[in-house]
């Protein structure tokens, strides 16, 4: 069993591209069914992480494809490429 304070400390790696996307942030619950829904990660601003806004990433449960010692690998599909 994982406490969520030790899932927090994992870094989420994204299987499509390698890309090292930060560290969970949040989570969305669903307190009707007792289970978490998705993760939440902040993005990284525009420009040097000084201008631009943060913008949320919410990766949904379903997408979490292993949970390791020290990283988390999920299937993420970016709404929009670069």
Known sequence: MLKLSEIR???IININNGER???I????LNLENGCIDSIIINGISKILGIFGKNSE???DWNDIIKIGTDTIL???KSEISN
């Open 9 to 11: 400390e994992k870094e």
């Open 74 to 76: 999920v299937d993420y």
């Open 57 to 59: 990433i919410a990766i």
């Open 21 to 23: 996307m930060g560290y």
């Open 25 to 28: 942030d949040d989570f969305e």
